[in-house]
């Protein structure tokens, strides 16, 4: 009867010495600007979806946001990660940030615009000090299954899937370069937002928060917000 009851418990996995797999999710922590930034966010990004209905949208599932890391974590670690992160946002709420310009490339018909933010002293020091704090839980084995999927059921694509992991290395520190993404849209359109309709304002932070990631970047599922 023993070893009948051995064979049952190693086909149940009792016994099992496997390692159990983790979950590895795609997160941005990153910051919310003010009522008037966030508004004017929205705005602009609902003046390049007229123009360009296929591009992002700005809503309350995908937030206007300044990001300070993209990466990917194991899901199990997201606890650990909110952790560090508590009391960080008190070192930059009362400081004043700058929405200084649109930015886009002038030399193509249509271009990829955001809204430029001053890339300050202390805004560049949480930027570093937000990497050092989530370092040792960044791993590299991320996959299209990290990222809340498409509505559609389209795949996520395979830019967005490459550029998580290589945040650290690539667009980090002296290559840090805080915005507000607004879309895709014709140069003519975007010269006339920036001529007309941009207002470059100084504005503070509402919060740090973490999001789970979308397609493009988007900052789509909220995991944590500082109080």
Same mark, same amino acid.
């Given at each position: 009867? =023993?070893?009948?009851?051995?064979?049952? $418990? %190693? =086909?149940? =996995? %009792?016994?099992?010495? @496997?390692?159990?797999?983790?979950?590895?999710? @795609? %997160?941005?922590?990153?910051?919310? /600007?003010?009522?008037?930034?966030? @508004?004017?966010?929205?705005?602009?990004?609902s003046l390049i979806n007229q123009n360009n209905p296929k591009t992002i949208k700005l809503d309350e599932n995908h937030v206007p946001h300044?990001?300070? !890391?993209?990466?990917?974590?194991?899901?199990e670690d997201l /606890?650990?990660?909110?952790?560090v992160l508590e009391g960080l946002f008190q070192t930059i709420a009362k400081d004043s940030l700058s929405a200084e310009s649109i930015s886009y490339n002038n030399a193509e018909a249509e271009s990829f615009a955001m809204i430029s933010v001053g890339k300050s002293g202390?805004? !560049?020091?949480?930027?570093?000090?937000?990497? $050092?704090?989530?370092? /040792?839980? %960044?791993v590299k084995n991320g996959s299209e299954a990290s990222f809340i999927q498409n509505p559609d059921g389209s795949p996520i694509s395979e830019s967005t899937v490459a550029y998580v992991p290589k945040f650290v290395d690539k667009y980090s520190y002296e290559n840090f370069d805080p915005h507000i993404s607004l879309g895709v849209a014709q140069k003519i359109v975007l010269d006339s937002? $920036?001529?007309?309709?941009?207002?470059?304002?100084?504005?503070k932070a509402a919060s740090l928060r973490?999001?789970?990631? =979308?397609?493009?970047?988007? $900052?789509?599922k909220l995991l944590w917000k500082s109080e």
């Open positions: 009867m =023993g070893k009948y009851i051995i064979v049952l $418990a %190693i =086909g149940l =996995g %009792i016994f099992s010495c @496997a390692p159990k797999k983790q979950n590895t999710i @795609a %997160i941005d922590v990153l910051l919310i /600007p003010s009522e008037e930034m966030y @508004a004017q966010s929205l705005q602009l990004n300044i990001t300070l !890391l993209q990466c990917f974590i194991n899901q /606890p650990k990660v909110k952790k202390q805004l !560049l020091k949480l930027h570093e000090k937000t990497i $050092a704090l989530v370092k /040792p839980f %960044i937002l $920036a001529e007309n309709v941009f207002k470059p304002i100084k504005f973490v999001y789970q990631l =979308g397609d493009h970047g988007t $900052a789509q």
